[in-house]
């Protein structure tokens, strides 16, 4: 199975920066795209960045400008950079892994999921 434990989170006032952070453990053979998604409260879980092994990037466009997404590959640690935070920005914030994984004797491709940090945008 894979870990991924983010952290990073916590109030921050409008236009102030946060960065979080995801390290992924476990019986990891290789990661392929590694993402940060987003829940606001009512409201359906969405991608906000993704990154590939080969460290190209996908950004939503309501963050497209004001976030950075990096990974290290040999450490499987991921990274967001958040500046010019807004309160619409106020979420939990979940790390995600594309990854493939040894489950014994054999090998398996698998989604896995953090449990999320909270980021709260308010003055």
């Known amino acids: 199975q894979v870990q991924l434990v983010e952290s990073g989170g916590g109030l921050v006032q409008p236009g102030g920066s946060l960065r979080l952070s995801c390290a992924a453990s476990?019986?990891?053979?290789?990661?392929?795209?590694m993402a940060w998604y987003r829940q606001a409260p009512g409201k359906a879980r969405e991608l906000v960045a993704s990154?590939?092994?080969?460290?190209?990037?996908n950004y939503a466009s309501s963050v497209k400008g004001r976030f950075t997404i990096s990974r290290d590959n040999a450490k499987n640690t991921m990274s967001l950079q958040m500046n010019s935070l807004e309160p619409e920005d106020t979420a939990a914030y979940y790390c995600?892994?594309?990854?493939?994984?040894?489950?014994?004797?054999?090998?398996?491709?698998?989604?896995?999921w953090g449990q999320g940090t909270q980021v709260t945008v308010s003055s």
């Open positions: 476990g019986s990891i053979i290789s990661i392929f795209t």
């Open positions: 990154i590939t092994s080969g460290s190209s990037t």
């Open positions: 995600n892994a594309d990854a493939l994984i040894r489950r014994g004797d054999t090998v398996t491709r698998g989604t896995f």
